[in-house]
């Protein structure tokens, strides 16, 4: 019997339970094929930027981009909860335009939760989401829209300060009603004290295996963007390589006159041809 879609109770209903597989995913088929292959949740992150869209990092990604990628993702995911990322400046300016960029990946795109970077900050802007029906999972520890001010792509927590700091955070957050909680890029210490601190399941990215799910991009995993490679990154297949020289081997084939083969040409009924032919001029058809 197929499974009913997961929802964000379902997701945070798993905390002690089972372990949460995430993937992200950008369009019709990274969104089929992380249905297929099981995930609980599939995200259409921000880093569509980078892994899609050729940018050098999260900041130039638009609501617009964001809408018209995860409207592709959710038409194809039918068991995995749809959690689409707000992108830089669209949660950042004001409560109000938070929930209503939040309800248009709802009302317009088809997820089912949102995701938003940054601590307790933030926390006014959750509650005020939920208010409108809206699921959140937070995003701490390294929150790449803040690049700016960290000075780059760097890990977070690596003192008992911040380590303590991303302890209340996530604490804040779990409070304001976040149904599960992204850690990137921290000591996996920090990461187990959260985990045990707050009721919701964190997802790891670069966190330690203490997590109660881990997430990463699809890109990533499937080697797919060679020469971007985070030390946390686990390959699990080289689908660069066998792509290259797939699509190497169509234009040797064009240039030789090699493709397309009497397989993949068609052919007129024998009579029409002869009747084709035969004509000597083609006004009347
Ligand atoms: O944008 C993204 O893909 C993310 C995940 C890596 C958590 O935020």
């Not at 995860?70 to 949660?91: E, G, I, Q």
Request: hydrophobic share 45%; with cysteine.
């Amino acid at each position: 019997m197929p499974q009913k879609q997961r929802t964000a109770p379902d997701i945070q209903a798993a905390k002690g339970q089972r372990k949460l597989a995430v993937l992200t995913a950008y369009d019709y088929p990274t969104g089929l094929l992380a249905d297929a292959a099981g995930a609980d949740v599939v995200l259409v992150g921000d880093s569509l930027g980078m892994v899609c869209l050729g940018l050098p990092d999260t900041l130039g990604v638009t609501m617009a981009d964001m809408i018209h990628h995860t409207k592709a993702v959710a038409r194809a995911v039918k068991s995995a909860l749809v959690v689409a990322d707000m992108p830089f400046m669209s949660y950042q300016t004001s409560i109000e335009t938070a929930v209503a960029n939040a309800g248009r990946f709802i009302q317009e795109a088809g997820a089912r939760a949102v995701k938003l970077e940054g601590g307790a900050d933030f926390a006014p802007h959750v509650r005020a989401m939920l208010a409108a029906g809206i699921p959140v999972m937070g995003h701490i520890g390294l929150t790449p829209q803040q690049i700016a001010r960290l000075g780059g792509f760097k890990a977070q927590g690596k003192t008992a300060r911040a380590a303590r700091k991303l302890v209340q955070e996530a604490k804040a957050l779990a409070e304001a009603g976040c149904f599960s909680l992204v850690l990137e890029a921290m000591p996996a210490e920090v990461a187990a004290r959260i985990t045990a601190e707050i009721e919701i399941p964190t997802i790891g990215i670069g966190a330690g295996p203490h997590c109660d799910g881990q997430v990463l991009v699809f890109h990533d995993i499937l080697g797919l963007c060679p020469g971007l490679k985070p030390g946390f990154v686990k390959q699990y297949a080289d689908l660069w390589t066998p792509a290259r020289d797939g699509l190497a081997a169509y234009c040797a084939e064009v240039r030789a006159g090699a493709f397309p083969a009497e397989a993949q040409t068609r052919r007129m009924d024998p009579q029409e041809l002869a009747e084709f032919l035969a004509a000597s001029e083609y006004g009347d058809a």
